[in-house]
């Protein structure tokens, strides 16, 4: 790898001033480091955003779960491989942390990694037959919901073109991927699958039927959601960071994109885990979480 992008959490002085230690350090071994405008970090090339995907072999993300959702994506579709760095609490998807920088990043550099592929979620709005807005992707999730408080929406739900949900009520309904299973959707009360699954989720939000229950469908499923119109406006957000409007007949189509995400570890740690730390699971009495 001989070109690598640097992208840091905004507003955390933790992580500037780790991509600043990074960027020295990668340059010092001849690497030609890309960081995002105004960064100030040296020596380093500074490139918009949208274009980081197309000029480098590997992105490290500095800061946690959310900043790693914004960076998968802005290289959804490229291939580029992404190494997650911690620099707060644990997350689910960073399994490195910031102590473990430097070391972590020579194997890298050595090629002593493994690449984890994760699914994927590719999103359209059609109109009347036309698709008026995408694609875009989601990591975790597109949610539907109304985004007043208390107030529920009616949706449609067609699975590989079957009507499989007539009437849907409820505050909204999650459409997840295994990565994102432990995050609003088992808020929701979904399952958590494996990060590595090929399969999707569908939990209901607060539904008022208690016969409406989360269901797993199959990765290469096609699901459509048409918004039925309780008010003039609902919306469609992804991974709880940017979000699409829908007027009543508007339908989101939603399936697996052809490009997974690689994720790069380079350490031992397993899901489960990561898992068990921040559920808080119990350990035998006497016995040392790891």
């Not at 991974?239 to 790069?264: C, M, T, Y």
């Amino acid at each position: 790898m001989q070109r690598i992008g640097i992208v840091a959490k905004r507003g955390e002085r933790r992580a500037a001033d780790a991509a600043d230690r990074l960027a020295s350090w990668l340059s010092e071994r001849g690497i030609e480091v890309f960081v995002e405008p105004g960064r100030g970090h040296t020596p380093a090339v500074e490139i918009d955003e949208s274009q980081l995907a197309d000029q480098v072999d590997l992105v490290v993300v500095l800061g946690g779960d959310g900043t790693l959702l914004a960076v998968a994506r802005l290289v959804a579709t490229r291939g580029v491989p992404i190494f997650p760095v911690n620099l707060g609490h644990l997350g689910f998807l960073c399994n490195s942390d910031y102590e473990d920088l430097v070391p972590h990043m020579e194997r890298i550099l050595a090629g002593e990694y493994r690449t984890v592929d994760r699914l994927l979620l590719r999103g359209e709005i059609h109109r009347e037959g036309e698709r008026i807005d995408g694609p875009f992707w989601a990591l975790n999730d597109f949610v539907v919901h109304i985004g007043a408080v208390a107030r529920t929406v009616t949706l449609r739900v067609l699975i590989d073109d079957f009507e499989a949900i007539p009437g849907l009520r409820a505050d909204g309904l999650i459409i997840s991927s295994p990565t994102g299973s432990t995050a609003y959707n088992l808020s929701a009360g979904g399952p958590i699958l494996t990060p590595t699954m090929q399969a999707m989720i569908l939990a209901p939000m607060l539904p008022l039927s208690l016969s409406q229950r989360p269901l797993v469908v199959d990765g290469e499923s096609r699901i459509e959601v048409e918004y039925l119109g309780d008010l003039d406006q609902a919306f469609v957000t992804l991974d709880g960071q940017e979000r699409k409007p829908l007027v009543p007949g508007d339908r989101l189509r939603v399936r697996r994109a052809n490009q997974p995400v690689s994720l790069i570890h380079v350490n031992d740690r397993t899901f489960y885990q990561v898992l068990r730390r921040k559920m808080g699971w119990a350990v035998k009495p006497g016995s040392r979480d790891s």
